[in-house]
Structure formats: C-alpha cells, structure tokens
C-alpha cells in the first residue's frame, strides 16, 4: 500500500483503540502492539514504501498524546508521523522526522483522523493541557 493508505488505516485504528479504552489513545511505547492485535488486518500498513530499514513500523507516534483522552487532543495536533528511526514502537517528536523527507513533497503526518497533511512544517504537536 501507498504511505497516505498506510497512514490512513493506521489514524482509524488509533480510533478504534480509543473507542474500545476509555477513549484514549494507547500507551505510545505500545502503540503498534496496541492496534496492531486488533485494529490493523495487514502488517504492511506499518511500512513506508520509501522507508529502506526492516523495522516493523516507518511511522512514529506523538509521545506528547500518549494515554491521552481522545477529546482533549486538539484536531490539529499530529497523531502519526515519518520517523527517522523506525522500529518495533517508534514515537517521539518532529526532531524524529527523516531529512531530507522521505517523499518529494516532504514526510507524511496525520491529525486525528482524517486530517492527513503531507508535509514537514507541521503547526501542533504538544505539549498541550494535563493529562
Ligand atoms: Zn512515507
């Protein structure tokens, strides 16, 4: 599948998993053993195309909204991003974004679903209010 595909599957299963836990978003050193039990079919969606390492996940999660309550994240604050260092269950902060990006029009970041932009300059990414 293509990145945005990806990215796209990947922010609705982040919703999902908030559905079904209090509305949270998961643990981000757990995210992708998280959602990847129940919410995402196709271990693929976890990889970038353009990404040339083995790891299992080329995206990262915001550790500024980990185990946050879904409705105290503002729509504009990234959920997922193209992390330099993929792995098991990367997450981290824009520091982590590959350079130069990973596609021509820059790396690939998501809102809460389904703000997907695709671009580096992105405007939140916390910390924001309590936990
Ligand atoms: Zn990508």
Not at 45 to 55: F, G, I, L, Q
Not at 84 to 95: I, L, T, V
Not at 102 to 115: A, D, E, K, S, V
């Amino acid at each position: 599948m293509g990145c945005e595909a990806n990215v796209y599957s990947l922010a609705i299963a982040m919703e999902m998993y908030a559905a079904d836990y209090d509305e949270r978003y998961p643990p981000a050193d757990r995210w992708v053993d998280l959602t990847l039990q129940d919410f995402v079919k196709t271990p693929g969606s976890y990889r970038c195309p353009r990404d040339r390492s083995t790891a299992r996940s080329s995206y990262g999660m915001n550790s500024a909204i980990s185990g946050m309550q879904m409705m105290s994240v503002p729509d504009d604050v990234v959920c997922l991003y193209e992390t330099a260092h993929p792995g098991d269950n990367p997450y981290g902060s824009p520091d982590d974004m590959p350079l130069p990006p990973r596609h021509l029009g820059g790396n690939l970041t998501c809102r809460r679903w389904p703000n997907i932009k695709q671009d580096h300059a992105t405007p939140t990414w916390g910390p924001f209010g309590p936990r």
